[in-house]
């Protein structure tokens, strides 16, 4: 299973990008689609997952300007993000899990498969 993240880049705040993630391997569906993000310096925090029914979460930092949404005929799921603010800067990581494998859908260590991550810069 391969996860490849893109569309990262350099954006003033108040700009919006939007994040691709495009699976290959295997079948995307009864996977949930997460995005993770680290800061320099911090730990990885989640951002936002999507299940393969669509249902979807956020972190409160993110809520009401991150969308995330998924194509599975395409096997990618994207993250639009809106508003960009100076502490989004992170690199960007998408990861999959099983529904059918426990644990939180929150938290990093359940994630299964990952993408490379992509940076993301928000100046000010």
């Known amino acids: 299973v391969q996860l490849q993240a893109s569309g990262g880049g350099l954006v003033q705040a108040g700009g919006s990008l939007r994040l691709s993630c495009a699976a290959s391997g295997r079948t995307f569906s009864g996977y949930v689609m997460g995005w993770f993000r680290q800061a320099p310096g911090k730990e990885r925090e989640f951002v936002a997952f999507i299940a393969s029914g669509g249902y979807t979460y956020y972190a409160n930092s993110v809520k009401g300007r991150f969308t995330i949404s998924r194509d599975n005929a395409k096997n990618t799921v994207y993250l639009q993000m809106n508003s960009l603010k100076p502490e989004d800067t992170a690199v960007y990581y998408c990861?999959?899990?099983?529904?059918?494998?426990?644990?939180?859908?929150?938290?990093?260590?359940?994630?299964?498969?990952w993408g490379q991550g992509t940076q993301v810069t928000v100046s000010s």
């Open positions: 990861a999959s899990k099983s529904e059918y494998a426990g644990g939180s859908y929150f938290s990093d260590r359940y994630y299964a498969y």
